[in-house]
């Protein structure tokens, strides 16, 4: 059996959370040996959409992919680096369809090989209380039918060869960029025993319901968050407190750092044999 690890982080928010981020995944990766992680980074910058400056201090704190949300078109000279870097992900079912069209950049998947695995990163929306995108469920269903090139009853992730582990499907992990906790629990049933890890992202809350599923697939319906615990969903409390007592919608700004940085996320320990989680833990 051979068992790799793998960390997924909550949404990185503003400078706060690129500095929490900065100080505390290193730690991680190092003393968990962890071998493969994604950070959500589409509020990295001042809390929304990014800057190519945050995208490279996000790989350099250890990040292998980079996801995002409905806030990666916030800023519009950060497009390019959709449009050119691979470990950078918007989610796949912006109405593109699979490819980048005139209009939309970018890729909702990446393909990694790294320490002899092979990971795929699929990007996902939601729709309940959101942008009414593309189907997520069925863009899932295209992405898998086109990247593993068959159809199977069986879990599909990777295929036993007595001590070797073959690559006729990756580990899969999928950021569900989503509101609705329920269109996130019913993804991960539909995906269940075709994605390795399924995991929330967008709330900020962290939620206490990690599991593993049926056929072996891992789920939390929210990561969390990477910033100041000491604020709301990473953002000035008192600015919070007065949108939501006033209805005016004041322009909402990111917590300054203090010592309350705190980084959220999940480890996963996985059997690469057979693509099945072994343990979830909460960061």
């Known amino acids: ?22 100080k505390k995944l290193p730690i991680l990766i190092n003393e968990q040996g962890i071998d493969f992680v994604t950070v959500n980074g589409e509020n990295a910058a001042d809390g929304f959409g990014m800057t190519e400056e945050s995208f490279r201090r996000i790989l350099k704190a250890g990040a292998d992919v980079v996801t995002s949300g409905n806030h990666v078109w916030e800023k ?13 992900l918007r989610p796949a079912n912006y109405p593109s369809g699979l490819r980048t069209i005139q209009g939309i950049s970018g890729s909702g998947y990446a393909c990694i090989d790294k320490k002899g695995i092979s990971w795929i990163v ?10 009414p995108i593309d189907c997520p469920f069925q863009c899932f269903d295209h992405l898998i039918e086109m990247l593993e090139g068959r159809a199977s009853d ?30 996130k629990e019913a993804l ?57 007592r006033k209805q005016v919608l004041y322009h909402m700004e990111t917590a300054e750092l203090n010592n309350s940085g705190s980084m959220q996320g999940i480890i996963a320990e996985i059997d690469a044999h057979t693509g099945k989680v072994i343990s979830i833990n909460r960061i």
């Open 76 to 88: 519009r000279e950060f497009w390019h680096v959709l449009e050119t870097e691979r470990s950078m």
């Open 188 to 244: 991960a049933y539909y995906i269940d025993g075709r994605a390795t890890l399924i995991a929330g992202t967008h709330t900020h809350v962290q939620t206490a319901d990690e599991r593993i599923l049926p056929n072996g697939s891992a789920y939390i319906s929210d990561l969390g968050m990477t910033g100041n615990a000491d604020s709301v969903i990473g953002m000035n409390p008192l600015i919070c407190i007065d949108r939501a």
């Open 122 to 131: 699929i990007n996902l929306q939601g729709r309940e209380l959101m942008t």
């Open 1 to 22: 059996m051979k068992i790799v690890k793998a960390a997924m982080i909550g949404d990185v928010v503003g400078s706060s959370g690129l500095e929490t981020l900065e």
């Open 154 to 183: 069986n879990h599909p992730l990777m295929e036993n060869d007595g001590d070797a582990v073959t690559s006729a499907f990756p580990l899969v992990l999928v950021d569900f960029h989503a509101e609705s906790s329920r269109e």
